[in-house]
């Protein structure tokens, strides 16, 4: 049968049974002569010609930060011996570029010799504003936290280890926390609180040391030792960050009733 007597239909079912699958080109190809022919060889790209590398100077080493030692604040924070001398001697430091940038200093609140200190991490924008630590909406968060164990604000006392607002809310450096940690530590004998408790990992890693994180350090009693005294410690998380993690609220709420449970051992 000629190729001429088949209709289309019948031409591509000859051509599945002898096994053709792909059609590639409408014109036939030998590839045997196509086998043939030999491949024109493949010249490098030329590449321009690098550019001269230019060599610098190696650069300087940044300058010294200051350290607790530079400053003094050690023995500026031992020279007060009662609260409003120390709020006096921390208006006075200079050691701190924050100071410039801050509206007010943020000292602290409370009555002394308290049921409870609370010490958080810094100011916010609406403390900087009015000058009282957590008045914001953390600090709503927190009287609320608080009211459900039974305590208000004149039960506590409440500070934070820098007293100046950090500009855009960022997080203090180590050398900024390490300038006033003997000023909070100061802070926490003159207030001669019961229990110490500690809002964030900032917190507890500068009056501690443990650097492990707050959601593995909240939740456990510790002891927190000066050089005149020593009371029991507890690290939970700050209400800023309960803000953004409302999940987390459970754990605070174990925290704090912990917190009640050492009061009610305290004052039995």
């Known amino acids: 049968m000629s190729g001429d007597s088949l209709d289309p239909l019948a ?4 051509y599945q049974t002898a096994g053709a699958d792909e059609a590639t080109a409408q014109d036939p190809v030998d590839r045997f002569v196509a086998s043939e022919k030999k491949a024109e060889p493949v010249l490098p790209a030329v590449r321009p010609s690098p550019e001269p590398m ?14 607790v030692a530079d400053a ?7 020279g007060a011996s009662t609260l ?24 602290g609140a409370g009555v002394e010799n308290p049921e409870v200190m ?4 810094a100011p916010g924008t609406e403390e900087d504003r009015q000058g009282i ?11 609320k936290m608080l009211a459900s164990i039974g305590l208000d604000r004149t039960k506590v006392y409440i500070s934070n280890i820098l007293p100046w607002h950090p500009p855009a ?14 000023f909070i530590r100061r802070h926490i004998v003159l207030v001669r609180p019961k229990i110490l408790l500690m809002l964030g990992g900032s917190a507890v890693s500068a009056l501690t040391g443990v650097t492990q994180g707050i959601t593995r350090a909240r939740g456990k009693w510790t002891v927190y030792s000066d050089e005149e005294f020593s009371l029991p410690a507890l690290a939970s998380f700050h209400p ?11 754990m605070a709420w174990r925290d704090f009733l912990m917190l009640k449970q050492k009061l009610s051992e305290l004052n039995a």
């Open 11 to 14: 031409m591509l079912e000859w």
């Open 54 to 67: 230019l060599f610098s100077a190696a650069p300087l080493p940044p300058a010294p930060r200051p350290t």
């Open 72 to 78: 003094g604040t050690r023995a500026l924070a031992r």
């Open 84 to 107: 409003e001398e120390l709020k006096k001697i921390m208006e006075n430091f200079d050691g701190c570029s924050l100071k410039a940038s801050a509206s007010h200093m943020v000292f």
């Open 118 to 121: 609370i010490v958080g991490e």
């Open 133 to 143: 630590p957590f008045v914001g909406v953390s600090g709503q968060l927190l009287d």
């Open 169 to 182: 809310n960022r997080k203090p450096s180590e050398e900024e926390v390490a300038l006033f940690v003997p």
């Open 240 to 250: 800023a960050f309960l803000l953004r993690t409302p999940a987390q609220k459970k």
